[in-house]
């Protein structure tokens, strides 16, 4: 398996669907992030969990909410989104808070579609 | 403040010359610098990182970068570019703790002609 897997890898939904990503990391490590990457557009951090505690999130819409059950599983719930969330959505890992390291484990992504 | 800047958003390049992608930083301390691959359809992988060791940073698959700080530059390069490196790079500079301060490039495509 590889180190961060993300189901599903493509998603369309309609504006009134509810919808979940998920992400499962077999590194071990004890933090998990979201990022979102738009076209043309620089990587977005979206959350950061340390230890399933969120400790960052970046003014970030309520419709996306965030869930960390566990250190290893990081989930990200999505309702009544616009078509501009239309994006590739990663999740990497690092083994701490990517403290002075910046080393990231990412994910291939999950494709979302808003129609 | 943090910021990095990647010079060029699309490089190309015959099969077996050089390659040569632009990335300068700005820190108001030592940063520590990274670049990332990304494939078609694929996540991040990381493919070099310089965390104030040697200036000469060498990564996977034949790339490699030099860090000078007089230039705040860390340009990546590899002497003779294959089919398979065609991908988009991204320049990345962290300093803090904080994961918001893992700052991303806005990445460069490079394309391989045969």
């Known amino acids: 398996e590889t180190g961060v897997t993300q189901t599903p890898r493509h998603l369309v939904m309609g504006m009134t669907n509810k919808k979940s990503l998920k992400c499962e990391q077999h590194l071990g490590h004890n933090a998990m992030y979201w990022y979102k990457q738009s076209a043309k557009k620089p990587l977005e951090l979206m959350f950061v969990y340390s230890l399933e505690e969120r400790v960052e999130n970046n003014s970030v819409p309520s419709r996306f909410s965030p869930e960390c059950p566990n250190s290893s599983h990081l989930f990200l719930h999505l309702h009544t989104l616009q078509p501009e969330d239309s994006a590739l959505y990663l999740c990497?890992?690092?083994?701490?808070?990517?403290?002075?390291?910046?080393?990231?484990?990412f994910g291939e992504g999950s494709r979302l579609t808003v129609l | 403040a943090q910021s990095v800047t990647q010079l060029d958003s699309h490089v190309s390049v015959s099969e077996g010359t050089p390659v040569l992608l632009r990335c300068n930083y700005s820190?108001?301390?030592?940063?520590?610098l990274f670049w990332y691959v990304q494939h078609p359809n694929k996540g991040l992988q990381l493919l070099l990182k310089?965390?104030?060791?040697?200036?000469l940073v060498k990564g996977i698959n034949g790339f490699e970068a030099e860090f000078k700080k007089s230039e705040t530059s860390f340009h990546l390069t590899k002497p003779s570019a294959h089919m398979s490196d065609a991908a988009e790079y991204f320049c990345?500079?962290?300093?803090?703790?904080?994961?918001?301060?893992?700052?991303f490039g806005s990445g460069t495509r490079l394309s391989i002609r045969p």
């Open positions: 820190s108001s301390y030592s940063p520590s």
């Open positions: 990345v500079v962290s300093g803090y703790s904080s994961a918001s301060k893992i700052i």
């Open positions: 990497a890992s690092s083994q701490e808070i990517a403290a002075n390291t910046g080393e990231l484990f």
């Open positions: 310089y965390t104030s060791a040697a200036t």
